[in-house]
């Protein structure tokens, strides 16, 4: 996930009848995300996981709770990986064995 996808995200509204997330805080929220991402503010992902944004009355500008709740899960796990890249292990044939090339 980079700091543009993050930027360029769009969810929908909430299904008639329901309520959704207000929009302008997980707005500037998306804001920290990016920025996180591109390594200019220390939000963790912690912070990506207890967030709580106001849930709107019905009819109020906002965004599909189960949306924006999916999109956290995976930006919570983009900021994990980019803190802490898994190693690269080069693959070792098994002991006792050769690797052929060319055949």
Same mark, same amino acid.
């Given at each position: ?7 360029? *995200?769009?969810? =929908? ?9 207000? %929009? ?5 929220? $998306?804001?920290?995300?990016? %920025?996180? $991402?591109? =390594?200019?503010? *220390?939000?963790? &992902? ?25 999109? $956290? ?17 080069? %693959?070792? &044939? /098994? /002991? =006792?064995?050769?690797?052929?090339? =060319?055949?």
């Amino acid at each position: 996930m980079t700091p543009d996808e993050v930027r360029a *995200i769009a969810f =929908g509204k909430p299904r008639f009848g329901r309520r959704g997330y207000n %929009e302008d805080e997980v707005d500037a929220f $998306l804001d920290l995300i990016a %920025e996180a $991402l591109a =390594g200019r503010n *220390i939000l963790t &992902p912690d912070d990506i996981h207890y967030v709580e944004f106001t849930i709107m009355p019905i009819g109020m500008r906002s965004y599909d709770q189960a949306q924006v709740d999916l999109f $956290l899960d995976e930006a919570e796990a983009a900021l994990v990986e980019l803190r802490n890249p898994r190693p690269v292990v080069e %693959e070792q &044939p /098994p /002991p =006792g064995r050769r690797k052929w090339f =060319g055949r």
